[in-house]
């Protein structure tokens, strides 16, 4: 049975890279239903896809869960980001079902207007050299590279997955600098354009903040990735939000199903039938004369 959501949001899956989860998000999108589905940028990565074409079936799978989804009645709408930034010039039209948009505005069940946008136009890395930028994701590709035979060492030795790509991007003090302006950056953003907050993807860094949370009542929320921490953004029918780690959600799920044992449930009641049985025919009973 399918997981309920009022809106989902996910961003930064880049598909088309060998780093893609793409496997797990396909997994992660057959347990969800919902009514709007908010993809945050930089979904199909079209710089690496220019490069090097790489589309296994892993990711076709994904393009068709987006797509029966659509086709379910799901609201989905994509925000182009830096990576799929060829997708903007098609901003206002829609594909099986899919709309593009560069910016958009949602309002939650509690009556929380909130930003939604990729947030590259806030890098200022992406928006004045970028050649940079771009030297920095073929960097980036090398070091997720590397996380895959980090983690195969890992799994040998039955140790849990471990991000060696994020742990090291943590421990760069440039890099947590980046991260802090980026997320200021935002906040300012959504102040000045009248909105209660923001939600982003672009930095593949995990985060929610509430308004009592945030920079000056904002509200901030980053979706994060689907190439290292696998994370969704959900919101409830109340209105709330939630930061979800996709894998350990899909794990609980799972051990939840494996524990039902039909020996556990409630008996079926003993309820009499409301109308007389048919009188069932006795051997020698018959009217044909045979015994």
């Given at each position: 049975m399918r997981a309920r959501f009022r809106t989902v949001w996910i961003s930064d899956c880049h598909l088309g890279t060998a780093g893609c989860r793409a496997?797990?998000?396909s997994r992660w999108l057959k347990q969800v239903d919902c009514d709007r589905l908010y993809l945050v940028g930089d979904v199909i990565d079209m710089w690496r896809l220019r490069q090097r074409w790489y589309w296994p079936p892993e990711h076709n799978r994904v393009i068709r869960r987006l797509l029966k989804l659509a086709h379910r009645g799901t609201e989905i709408t994509y925000?182009?980001?830096?990576?799929d930034d060829a997708a903007r010039q098609f901003d206002g039209m829609e594909f099986g079902g899919i709309r593009i948009?560069?910016?958009?505005?949602?309002?939650?069940?509690?009556?929380?207007?909130?930003?939604?946008?990729?947030?590259?136009?806030?890098d200022l890395v992406v928006r004045h050299a970028p050649g940079v930028a771009k030297l920095g994701a073929i960097g980036y590709g090398a070091l997720l590279r590397a996380n895959r035979w980090w983690n195969l060492a890992r799994s040998a030795f039955g140790l849990p997955y471990h991000s060696l790509a994020r742990t090291i991007k943590l421990k760069v003090k440039s890099a947590c600098t980046f991260v802090s302006r980026f997320e200021e950056a935002l906040a300012t953003e959504a102040r000045r354009g009248g909105f209660d907050g923001v939600i982003c993807g672009?930095?593949?860094?995990?985060?929610?903040?509430?308004?009592?949370?945030?920079?000056?009542?904002?509200?901030?929320?980053n979706c994060g990735d689907w190439v290292e921490t696998c994370s969704a953004l959900v919101e409830h029918d109340d209105g709330r939000l939630e930061l979800i780690d996709a894998l350990a959600w899909l794990d609980e799920r799972a051990a939840i199903a494996a524990s039902l044992d039909l020996d556990d449930v409630e008996a079926w009641p003993s309820i009499p039938m409301p109308l007389p049985l048919p009188v069932p025919i006795r051997a020698g009973r018959r009217?044909?004369?045979?015994a």
């Open positions: 496997e797990d998000l925000l182009p980001g830096n990576h948009r560069l910016n958009a505005l949602h309002e939650t069940a509690g009556g929380l207007q909130l930003l939604v946008t990729h947030g590259d136009q806030f672009h930095i593949h860094k995990a985060d929610l903040r509430t308004p009592a949370e945030g920079s000056d009542g904002i509200l901030y929320a009217g044909d004369g045979r």
